[in-house]
């Protein structure tokens, strides 16, 4: 099994910690649950919805950086997950240093392939185009995110999606820990396996 990653809200429970700070930089929006609904629309969306000032961007932007490790978290189970694959591929768009650092720090990096940030110079998701040449070179089973914007390109090129703590209608399967992905991978072939 090749598995295709979404980084944020996916691998590591960072949405909590970037709400938090927008919360506190900005002062935008009447609580940090209402923050964090829109960031994780994404964060362009969420700097629009509240009217963000460039002012404002640059300075949630620059604290993002300055995040302690220990705000950016691994979900639980998730190494059992990272085991069972061949290649664990990460599509991102977060800059590469953070993730190879958090990724490092939590000793998760020794099972992931390859990292497509920014600076690979593919267009945003959900254009496919990263997932492509994801797919080109691995053969991808699955993708997994925690936002539609994650699993529309994997659709878009045949590869089967999991929905990570949420619900959507591209996704093949939804689960809400890691502890049960096992499971729920093995329903999910299963049906497909009884199509044909």
């Known amino acids: 099994m090749n598995i295709l990653w979404d980084f944020d809200g996916t691998i590591c429970n960072s949405y909590p910690a970037y709400a938090k700070l927008f919360y ?3 002062k935008k929006g009447e609580s940090g649950h209402e ?3 829109h960031l994780k629309i994404s964060f362009s969306h969420a700097f629009e ?8 961007i640059n300075a949630f932007m620059e604290k993002n950086h ?3 490790m220990a705000q950016l978290p691994p979900f639980s189970y998730i190494e059992e997950v990272l085991k069972q694959a061949d290649h664990n591929v990460v599509m991102t ?3 590469r240093a953070t993730v190879e650092r958090v990724l490092e ?3 998760l990096a020794q099972y992931f392939t390859e990292i497509v940030t920014p600076e690979d110079g593919f267009p945003r998701k959900p254009d496919s185009a990263s997932y492509q040449y994801l797919h080109q070179k691995y053969h991808l089973t699955l993708a997994i995110g925690d936002r539609e914007l994650d699993l529309i390109p994997a659709k878009k090129i045949g590869v089967a999606t999991c929905m990570f703590q949420g619900q959507c209608s ?3 399967f939804s ?3 890691y502890a049960q992905f096992h499971n729920a991978w093995n329903r999910f072939i299963k049906a497909q396996n009884s199509l044909y």
């Not at 919805?49 to 404002?56: H, P, S, V």
């Open 66 to 68: 300055e995040l302690d």
């Open 24 to 26: 506190e930089t900005t």
């Open 35 to 37: 923050v964090l609904q």
């Open 49 to 56: 919805y509240f009217q963000l000032t460039k002012q404002e």
């Open 93 to 95: 768009h977060k800059d």
């Open 175 to 177: 689960i809400q820990s």
């Open 105 to 107: 720090n939590y000793d």
């Open 170 to 172: 591209s996704a093949d």
